[in-house]
């Protein structure tokens, strides 16, 4: 089993920027993927960027050109989302994401977070 910690959000204005972390452990052969999601009130979750093993990093629309999403290289185990140029819409619970093993012959297990909230005034 996984569990998977984030932490960083809050309160920030528009324009402002905030990072967030997240923290794999558990039963961890190899973490293939790792990435971010959110949902705001009343939506259906987002996903937001995603990074593979190798470092490869891909973005949704919404966070090309604000948002950095990178790994620990010494741990692996070990994601964050910086943020900048905050806007409003951007407010949201933020998810950690990710696919591992618990071995190398064991299946790819996905994993989820417990969301951390980041609230963007105007």
């Known amino acids: 089993q996984v569990q998977l910690v984030e932490s960083g959000g809050g309160l920030v204005q528009a324009g402002g920027s905030l990072s967030l972390s997240c923290a794999a452990s558990?039963?961890?052969?190899?973490?293939?993927?790792m990435a971010w999601y959110r949902q705001a009130p009343g939506k259906e979750r987002e996903w937001v960027a995603t990074?593979?093993?190798?470092?490869?990093?891909?973005y949704a629309d919404s966070a090309k050109g604000r948002f950095t999403i990178s790994r620990d290289n010494a741990k692996n185990t070990v994601v964050y989302l910086q943020m900048s140029s905050l806007r409003p819409e951007d407010t949201a619970v933020y998810y950690c994401y990710a696919n591992s093993r618990g071995s190398r012959w064991s299946p790819v297990v996905s994993s989820w977070g417990q969301g951390t909230q980041v609230t963007v005034s105007s």
């Open positions: 558990g039963s961890i052969f190899s973490i293939d993927a």
């Open positions: 990074i593979s093993s190798g470092g490869s990093t891909n």
